[in-house]
């Protein structure tokens, strides 16, 4: 899919090579990265026509990450029971559900500059979730 749209040379050998380093290491940083590229490769490399691509490589790649996060903590010999996946499959879900809605929204959104008033709003409002992020944290110990 890389291919398709145009990411080529060193930006495919550097993701084979993360591919490498995340199937040796499972529980390193890679994976992470593993998930991101792709779709950052996607949106730097097209005009923005790639959105089902991006988002098709954000839901896989985060089953990457999840799977190479329990590949870390299952001895390799060990069996996995169907029923101990459910919680994680609930989470992931539930992580996918509000970043699929939120990319619904984007493309919504109008291409182009956005008056500053609303960008002044948009800033105000994002720094009063992180603002009361920080108070429930802190509400908690």
Request: charged share 10%; hydrophobic share 65%; with cysteine.
């Amino acid at each position: 899919m890389l291919t398709a749209a145009g990411v080529e040379g060193p930006a495919l050998v550097l993701y084979l090579l993360l591919a490498v380093v995340a199937a040796a290491i499972p529980a390193s940083a890679a994976a992470i990265l593993l998930v991101a590229y792709p779709a950052g490769a996607l949106v730097f490399a097209t005009d923005g026509t790639w959105w089902p691509g991006v988002l098709a490589l954000v839901v896989l790649l985060h089953l990457v990450h999840v799977l190479c996060a329990y590949a870390a903590l299952v001895p390799l010999r060990s069996r996995v029971h169907p029923e101990a996946l459910r919680a994680p499959a609930k989470r992931f879900v539930l992580v996918q559900l509000p970043v699929l809605a939120l990319a619904g929204l984007v493309t919504l959104l109008p291409a182009g500059r956005t008056d500053a008033p609303v960008e002044v709003i948009g800033l105000a409002c994002a720094l009063g979730l992180a603002a009361g992020a920080v108070l429930l944290l802190r509400r908690g110990r």
